[in-house]
């Protein structure tokens, strides 16, 4: 008996070391940028990545533990879409095609899969889900959906390069509450609704992937004489 609860204190005093070592590394933050691709899902285009551009961002987590982080993450990109690039010939007929920038900002939750520790060399490397809410801008005329509420959702990896530095590579899915996106409606006439015609019953989708580099960061620790 007396064997077991040594052994039982042995083992609670092993597993302290790791908690205490993890709770002077909590809490932390990061900012990062990131630079990847932005694509649409819609009435024109339905395969994933083939209508890709060049996107950009910056964002900023903080690290709560080593399993949960929140960041927040500002981008920007182009979508398009061309129904001469699709081998329908509907598409080839109605021959439409649209151009729009976007700015987003999305606020997300991270759960990491792997014990993760930023900055930590010791924790190399994690996968992790993330999701949450965001908003997206569009900086054109058109009077139509240019203030969009979206949920992202996605996936992602992260490394520990150095003490400092993580890079990682990020995929959201980004789930909007517009059909309008792509300017279908707008499209759609008396004269022409047979020739532009839309999915009524389906909304608008993004997707934004990337690569990113961040840079950890301490909170300042307060004086416990003076606190």
């Not at 409606?185 to 839309?198: C, D, V």
Request: aromatic fraction near 16%; hydrophobic fraction near 35%.
């Amino acid at each position: 008996m007396r064997l077991k609860i040594r052994l039982l204190c042995l083992s609670l005093v092993l597993l302290s070391f790791p908690l205490k070592s993890d709770a002077q590394e909590f809490p932390n933050w990061e900012l990062g940028a990131q630079a990847g691709g932005m694509y649409y899902l819609g009435d024109i285009n339905k395969i994933p990545f083939k209508t890709t551009r060049p996107a950009i961002g910056i964002f900023y987590r903080h690290n709560f533990n080593y399993r949960f982080s929140a960041k927040a993450i500002a981008s920007g990109g182009r979508l398009s879409a061309f129904d001469s690039k699709y081998k329908s010939e509907y598409q080839r007929e109605r021959d439409y095609s649209f151009k729009r920038d976007v700015a987003m900002l999305n606020v997300l939750g991270e759960f990491n899969f792997l014990h993760f520790i930023s900055g930590n060399i010791s924790t190399p490397f994690t996968t992790y889900l993330q999701g949450g809410v965001g908003l997206s801008y569009f900086p054109d005329n058109s009077k139509l959906d240019n203030l969009i509420f979206n949920l992202p959702f996605g996936f992602g990896v992260k490394y520990n390069v150095t003490k400092k530095l993580v890079c990682g590579a990020d995929m959201l899915m980004i789930k909007t509450f517009s059909d309008d996106i792509d300017f279908i409606s707008q499209a759609t006439s008396e004269m022409n609704t047979l020739k532009q015609r839309r999915v009524t019953s389906n909304k608008d989708w993004m997707s934004y992937f990337s690569i990113y580099f961040s840079y950890r960061l301490e909170y300042p620790q307060k004086c416990p004489t003076f606190d």
